[in-house]
């Protein structure tokens, strides 16, 4: 049976899947409708996202609420964020019954074993939230480790700057922080007194999920209380199965907010990035620039030129189709990124953080620049997003 997307996530449900627990409010968007469209599953009755993954079982957003789930019968291993088909098996109880190719991952890779081995982490992330609290001084290097980790999730980065009413301190590391992002969008955010939260919700695209990294003490539950409000502490009900007597109370990873942004909250993630990003860009993506070096022609396109290595790669299964196309985007948005920051666009750029940063303190400053923010604003000068 095949469902119609969009419109009716379980045909056992004639709500139109409003639930407040159901996919809807876990990022189920038009586009995802779309992709389950794409990865028909003929015995499927509705589709779900991975809310939590527990030792033996999964809690799952389906159109009829969270449910608890056992594992995929096939082996497969699920994630946090996971998007996966439903349906009855044998005995007839909701299993299952497979899971869509991940478009984006974090996955720990170990040490001696082939990357693909690799425990994933979280999956299906739009922006990866790599977060900088300016109360520390910035390690060589850590910034763009984990910027690359998070480019190589095949999601997109964007820095995110805590606790910027410490303004004494700020603007040193807020300089820094915008030479290393390599023109990756920054937002300057304080949790302290909600500078900024608005801005950082602007980022992520509607319906999209976030995850942050960040050192320990960065301010990330800091910033996810802030972001969450009051519904952090909200946890529902929840069937284990089909067996419609049993609740139990549970947290959840996976955390919706009021505006369809869905924030992903896993702690095995969190530092990630200081844990599994060792090397700089070349490093990450070595591999792949090595096989690009090996295509026939220096100018390959990877298209359908003969001798391209990376082609060939790919059909072979050596390189993964997302991890090339992580790498793809990568270097389209560093591309137009390195075309927009001409000197002149590097210290405006600059300049409108450092400003934002002050414009948090409580100084003299802070007034005088907080007017002049405003009347640039009403000038209409405003930098915009270029997406
Ligand atoms: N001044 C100020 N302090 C903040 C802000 N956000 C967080 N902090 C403080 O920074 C400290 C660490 O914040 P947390 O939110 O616990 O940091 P974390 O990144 O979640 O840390 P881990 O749980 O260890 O990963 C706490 O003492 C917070 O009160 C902020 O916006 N301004
Ligand atoms: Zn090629």
């Known amino acids: 049976m095949n469902i119609p997307s969009g419109n009716a996530l379980d045909s056992t449900t004639t709500n139109n899947a409003a639930t407040p627990d159901g996919p809807s409010s876990y990022g189920y968007t038009a586009e995802v409708a779309r992709y389950f469209d794409d990865h028909p599953c003929p015995e499927a009755t509705g589709c779900g996202r991975v809310v939590r993954v527990d030792r033996n079982r999964l809690l799952v957003a389906a159109a009829d609420g969270l449910l608890h789930l056992p ?25 299952i019954l497979a899971v869509l190719p991940r478009r984006s991952e974090l996955s720990r890779k170990r040490a001696f074993e082939d990357s693909s ?13 790599v977060v ?23 999601a997109t980065p964007l820095v995110i700057i805590t606790k910027a009413d410490l303004a004494q301190v700020a603007d040193d590391v807020v ?17 302290e007194n909600g500078d900024g939260i608005d801005e950082l919700m602007a980022h992520i695209p509607p319906g999209g999920t976030i995850v942050l990294l960040g050192p320990s003490g960065a301010g990330k539950s800091t910033l996810i209380n802030a972001l969450v409000g009051r519904q952090v502490q909200h946890t529902g009900p929840v069937r284990a199965g089909d067996f419609k007597g049993k609740h139990t109370t549970t947290s959840r990873e996976l955390v919706p907010l009021a505006n369809g942004t869905v924030l992903m909250d896993t702690p095995g993630v969190r530092g990630f990035g200081l844990f599994d990003a060792e090397d700089g860009m070349g490093e990450m993506f070595g591999d792949v620039e090595e096989l690009a070096a090996r295509c026939r022609f220096a100018d390959c396109g990877h298209g359908n030129e003969p001798g391209c290595a990376v082609r060939e790669a790919i059909e072979g299964g050596a390189l993964t189709d997302r991890r090339w196309k992580s790498y793809l985007k990568m270097q389209r948005e560093l591309a137009a990124l390195a075309r927009r920051s001409d000197v002149a666009a590097q210290r405006a750029y600059y300049r409108e953080w450092h400003q934002k940063v002050v414009s948090v303190g409580k100084s003299q400053r802070w007034a005088e620049r907080e007017v002049a923010e405003k009347q640039d604003r009403a000038g209409g000068k405003r930098r915009r997003r270029t997406r």
């Open 117 to 129: 081995a690799g425990q994933v982490l979280a999956a299906n992330m739009d922006t990866v939230g």
């Open 71 to 95: 594992y995929p019968l096939d082996g497969e291993v699920a994630a946090t964020g996971d998007w996966v088909w439903l349906g009855p098996n044998r005995a007839g109880d909701r299993q």
């Open 175 to 191: 300089g820094k922080v915008i030479l290393q992002a390599a023109g990756v969008e920054v937002v300057t955010t304080s949790a």
């Open 132 to 154: 900088v609290p300016v109360d520390r001084p910035l390690t060589h290097n850590r910034l763009e480790r984990t910027l690359v980790a998070a480019w190589d999730s095949g």
